[in-house]
């Protein structure tokens, strides 16, 4: 049975998601201002969780649709042009 990956992150997702925690990592501690070891580390967790949430959420680009493409392979193809031979002239003009 193969194995099927999970989707890479786009560059969108890991932007804001990163931008999520430090950001609200910093306002926490600065709005709490907490000192302990625990508190720190409940605020990080806590932000961590906050930038998953926004990473995910941020919306993925659609594939291309296969009927489109499709549709745009069986359109038929454009009528040559008739080719018409050009008279050799002395070049002379009447």
Wanted: aromatic share 2%; hydrophobic share 40%.
């Amino acid at each position: 049975m193969p194995r099927q990956t999970a989707p890479r992150p786009t560059v969108a997702q890991l932007t804001y998601g990163s931008c999520t925690v430090i950001l609200s990592t910093l306002a926490m501690l600065l709005l709490s201002q907490t000192n302990s070891g625990p508190g720190v580390a409940l605020i990080a967790l806590v932000g961590l969780t906050l930038g998953l949430l926004v990473a995910m959420t941020v919306p993925r680009p659609k594939p291309a649709r296969a009927s489109s493409q499709i549709v745009a392979s069986s359109s038929p193809a454009p009528a040559p042009r008739e080719r018409v031979p050009v008279e050799a002239s002395s070049g002379q003009h009447d």
